[in-house]
C-alpha cells in the first residue's frame, strides 16, 4: 500500500523500514515531518493509508479531506486514539487501526524512573557533581518502602507500575472501573479513587483520556490530598488540569510532580525550540517549580516498545490490504 507516515522522525523511519522489510517490503511510505492536520492533509492525497502519531489531528475537517484524496486506513503508531473523531471516520468509511500493547513495560519503568528522579534528585545531583559541588542539601529524599502509591488505571501499563511499586515495598491502592484480579495477586488492593487521593503518597495516572477523566485531577481533588504528595503522569496531559496543579504545587498541597505528558503538548513536544521563546505561559510556569520534572513525551521510547509499534503497525496496514481490516481496529463504540 502507499502510506503517508506523518510527524516523522529519523527513528520512526528506521523501525518502520524494518518492520516493512520483515513483511517483505510490501508497502511503500512517503515521510512528512509535519504534524497531519486540515492544512498538511493534502500531503497525503492518493495515499491509501495515512500513519499518523500522538499529537496529529484527526478531526472531522481532516478526516473528510483525507477520505475525499483517497485514503482508506488510519494506521495510529499509539494506543490512544483521543485525537480521531471516530463518528466522523465511520460516517466517512475509514478504518483506523491502533498499537494497543506495546511493551507496556517502557512506560511504567519510565512512571518509576520518574518517581526515583523526583524523590532522589538525581537530575539535581548530576548537575552539582559536574560543577564541582557535593554538597548534600536539598537533595534529602524519602524511602519508598512503607510509603502509599496509588495507581489510577490498571490497564497494562498500571498493572506493570503497581508491581514495580510493590517491589520497592511500598502499599499499593488503585482505582479503575474494570478491575482485574491481577492487582490482588501482587497484593494491591482497590479503593475508591475519593479513598486513594486522600491516603497516597505517591498518585500516578494510567487511565486513558475520555470525557470521564479529563481533568480527573483539578483543584478539587487537590484539595481532598495529603501535603506533600506527589503526582505522576504519563498518560495524557488533559487528565490533570495544570492550572490547579501550579495552585497546588504554590500553596505546598503537591509537594512533587513529574510529567511525560502535558495538555497543550502538541505545538511544543518531539520538536527542538532551544532556539525559540516558549509562548506557553502555564507550561513554562511548571517549568520554573524546583519539584517539578518533565519529559517530552518519551515513556515509549525504548528500542523494544518501538519495534514492536512499527511492527503492529505493518500488521495492521497489512491486514487491511488483505481483508479490509486492520489487525486491532478501533470501534467507535469503544470511545468514552
Ligand atoms: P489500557 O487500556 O490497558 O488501560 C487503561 C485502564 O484505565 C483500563 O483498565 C481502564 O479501565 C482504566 N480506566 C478508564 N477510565 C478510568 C477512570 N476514570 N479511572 C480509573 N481508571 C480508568 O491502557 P494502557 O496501555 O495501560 O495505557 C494507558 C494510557 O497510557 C493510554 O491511554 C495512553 O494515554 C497512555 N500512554 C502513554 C504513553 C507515553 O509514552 N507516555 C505511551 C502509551 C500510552
Known amino acids: 500500500m502507499k502510506i503517508a507516515v506523518f510527524s516523522t522522525r529519523p527513528y520512526d523511519r528506521e523501525f518502520l523500514d524494518q518492520a516493512n522489510q520483515a513483511a517483505g517490503g510490501r508497502h511503500r511510505f512517503s515521510w512528512y515531518e509535519s504534524r497531519l492536520n486540515a492544512t498538511t492533509a493534502d500531503l497525503a492525497r492518493d495515499h491509501d493509508c495515512v500513519c499518523a502519531f500522538v499529537n496529529d489531528h484527526l478531526g472531522r475537517q481532516e478526516l473528510e479531506i483525507l477520505a475525499g484524496q483517497g485514503t482508506r486506513l488510519i494506521a495510529l503508531r499509539s494506543a490512544g486514539f483521543n485525537n480521531v473523531d471516530l463518528e466522523a471516520a465511520r460516517d466517512l468509511g475509514l478504518q483506523i487501526g491502533r498499537v494497543p500493547a506495546y511493551s507496556p513495560d517502557a512506560i511504567a519503568e ?68 474494570f478491575e482485574t484480579p491481577e492487582l490482588a495477586q501482587i497484593g494491591g488492593r482497590y479503593v475508591p479513587v475519593e479513598e486513594l487521593m486522600a491516603a497516597c503518597d505517591i498518585i500516578t495516572l ?111 496496514i497489512s491486514a487491511f490490504e488483505d481483508s479490509g481490516t486492520p489487525l486491532y481496529p478501533v470501534q467507535v463504540e469503544r470511545r468514552g
Open 110 to 177: 519510565h512512571a518509576v524512573a520518574l518517581i526515583l528522579c523526583l524523590n532522589r534528585k538525581i537530575h539535581k545531583a548530576y548537575a552539582r557533581v559536574r560543577e564541582g559541588n557535593f554538597a548534600l542539601e536539598g537533595l534529602l529524599g524519602f524511602d519508598l518502602k512503607g510509603k502509599v502509591a496509588g495507581v489510577i488505571g490498571t490497564g497494562k501499563i498500571g498493572i506493570n507500575v503497581a508491581r514495580i511499586l510493590k517491589g520497592f515495598g511500598c502499599e499499593v491502592l488503585a482505582s479503575d472501573p
Open 206 to 316: 494510567h487511565c486513558p483520556l475520555t470525557p470521564d477523566t479529563r481533568h480527573l485531577i483539578d483543584r478539587a481533588a487537590i484539595g481532598r490530598m495529603k501535603h506533600g504528595v506527589m503526582l505522576i503522569n504519563t498518560s495524557r496531559g488533559a487528565v490533570m488540569d495544570a492550572r490547579a496543579v501550579i495552585s497546588g504545587l504554590k500553596n505546598g498541597r503537591i509537594g512533587y510532580v513529574g510529567l511525560d505528558v502535558y495538555e497543550e503538548e502538541e505545538d511544543l513536544f518531539f520538536e527542538d525550540l532551544s532556539e525559540q521563546v516558549i509562548r506557553d505561559d502555564v507550561f513554562v510556569r511548571l517549568m520554573t517549580f524546583p519539584n517539578v520534572l518533565i519529559t517530552g513525551h518519551q515513556g515509549f521510547f525504548t528500542r523494544e516498545a518501538m519495534s514492536a509499534i512499527a511492527g503492529t503497525t505493518i500488521g495492521n
